[in-house]
């Protein structure tokens, strides 16, 4: 166990150009959740998968965000069109199946997009 | 609409003396709440969680209270070391259906220890 692994670290991306993230979980979690966070902010919920199904979607995820989490391990997190509005950092977590599971989180993705 | 409010002052605490967080919440009722601790430029990492029929929990040198008539949650760290130096997070299930572990954050208390 490894932990949970976010790649890249660091990204830096031109206004207008698509990012894709990746996260991969703890290999016996079976959800996954994306949060993204500014300075000065807590995390703020994006969106989670059970297996490879996507349950929610925040309000805050516009239609140029799309998350995948194909066979129910790895996720994708893909920003289409950047905006300076997106830069932040992108968190993944994993939990167990149960209403209580603390979540374990990677240590982010940051995006600055100029 | 929900609110989780978290002293947005950084505390600064003598090495030794106990640290007090709190955690107020407006229209949420938890099942349970979270406590995270986290680092600059990492990922928050989970200290304690104290279910609605708990009044406190313990853990080495840290405790957590809730009283959910006050809708409150206090985080105390005795006994502070410089390595406690941290921004701790509470978080909230906002118990909706289907939500569990959809996780809501405060913005988090800084904590700062010195020696």
């Known amino acids: 166990d490894t932990g949970v692994s976010q790649n890249p670290r660091h990204k830096i991306t031109k206004r207008g150009q698509n990012v894709t993230f990746r996260c991969d979980p703890i290999s016996e979690h079976n959800r996954l959740y994306w949060y993204r966070q500014t300075l000065g902010q807590g995390p703020e919920f994006l969106t989670y998968f059970q297996n490879e199904a996507q349950l929610e979607k925040s309000r805050l995820l516009s239609d140029r965000f799309s998350a995948e989490r194909p066979k129910g391990s790895f996720s994708t997190l893909e920003i289409q069109r950047t905006e300076q509005g997106d830069s932040a950092m992108y968190l993944c977590?994993?939990?167990?199946?149960?209403?209580?599971?603390?979540?374990?989180f990677g240590n982010g993705t940051r995006l600055t997009v100029t | 609409s929900q609110k989780i409010e978290q002293n947005s002052e950084a505390l600064n605490i003598q090495e030794g003396k106990t640290a007090t967080l709190t955690c107020n919440y407006t229209?949420?009722?938890?099942?349970?709440l979270q406590w995270y601790r986290q680092d600059p430029g990492r990922g928050p990492v989970f200290l304690l969680l104290?279910?609605?029929?708990?009044k406190e929990k313990r853990k080495e040198r840290l405790k957590v209270t809730f009283d959910t008539t006050l809708k409150q949650s206090l985080f105390h760290i005795t006994a502070s070391q410089p390595a406690d130096s941290a921004t701790y997070l509470c978080a909230l299930d906002p118990r909706t259906t289907d939500s569990w572990g959809k996780l809501q954050f405060g913005a988090g208390t800084q904590v700062v220890v010195t020696p």
């Open positions: 229209n949420y009722s938890p099942a349970y």
């Open positions: 104290i279910r609605e029929n708990e």
């Open positions: 977590a994993s939990s167990m199946d149960r209403g209580n599971s603390p979540l374990h």
